[in-house]
């Protein structure tokens, strides 16, 4: 309609009508952009508000999967301590050396939920939250410290050598009685506070005596102590990285919802 109102015009030569409308035409090409540009401001915005939500979600449950994981490593680092003892003394009893011994091998990994922070990444919406959480998340999501902690203990030459002395049986019955706690996901959450060993005691002196009577138990102890100390070290360093995080959550304000 406007365009066929201009070409009239400019068969009419009437140049004040012609100016009028061109100066509609530019304001209306304005409107549209900054109408244009307020929806995707608003857009940006519920997507940054979302994203701090399932972001603040996940973390949460990162830190309490984390605090969990380094109280384990301190139980493990615990026993790796009292195993060193119970070697020291030749009185000691047998059945606390065989759990301990084992105990000290234990190893546990909680996988961290991070669906968020990639859907953030791959999107390239970074920006829409505030840059103390972006660099906190970025640097917390960059190593997974649990899975090399993981790593490092699996391969362990204690956990190696002692579950090699320990029996079959033995093991089954520590497994049973002594060993970890799980929900109901199947996730460890600690050690069992008792132990029941429904096994024959003559088994258990004569691992017991295994143990002592191997070099080699006491030596890859002393670095087990070093490695499960490190652990326990590495996630407790995360989860002040995801506390500084969530600290900086809390006082969230997306660049969009600033700039209105």
């Known amino acids: 309609m406007i365009l066929r109102r201009m070409i009239a015009h400019v068969k009419e030569q009437n140049w004040t009508a012609i100016g009028i409308d061109f100066v509609i035409v530019v304001i209306g090409v304005f409107v549209g952009i900054q109408v244009s ?37 301190g139980a493990v680092l615990a026993s790796v301590e009292r195993t060193d003892a119970l070697l020291a003394d030749a009185k000691s009893d047998p059945q606390e050396l065989v759990v301990e011994a084992y105990r000290a091998s234990e190893i546990n990994y909680r996988a961290p939920a991070r669906a968020t922070w990639d859907e953030i990444v791959s999107s390239g919406d970074t920006g829409l939250i505030q ?7 970025a640097s917390y999501f960059a190593v997974d410290t649990a899975r090399l902690s993981l790593e490092v203990l699996t391969a362990s030459l204690y956990r190696h050598r002692v579950r090699t002395l320990i029996p079959l049986a033995l093991q089954k019955a520590l497994r049973a009685g002594c060993s970890d706690v799980r929900n109901q996901t199947q996730q460890i959450t600690g050690f069992m506070p008792g132990c029941k060993l429904e096994i024959d005691a003559g088994l258990i002196a004569a691992t017991a005596a295994a143990l002592r009577a191997d070099p080699a138990v006491q030596a890859e102890l002393r670095y087990q102590y070093s490695d499960v100390y490190s652990a326990k070290a590495n996630i407790s360093g995360d989860v002040a990285e995801i506390e500084r995080a969530l600290a900086a959550l809390a006082a969230l304000q997306t660049p969009a919802e600033a700039g209105r």
């Open 131 to 137: 840059r103390a959480v972006a660099d906190s998340a």
């Open 37 to 73: 540009n307020w929806n995707a401001a608003l857009v940006d915005a519920q997507r940054g508000r979302t994203y701090v939500e399932r972001l603040k979600a996940d973390l949460e449950q990162n830190r309490d999967a984390q605090r969990s994981l380094a109280d384990y490593f």
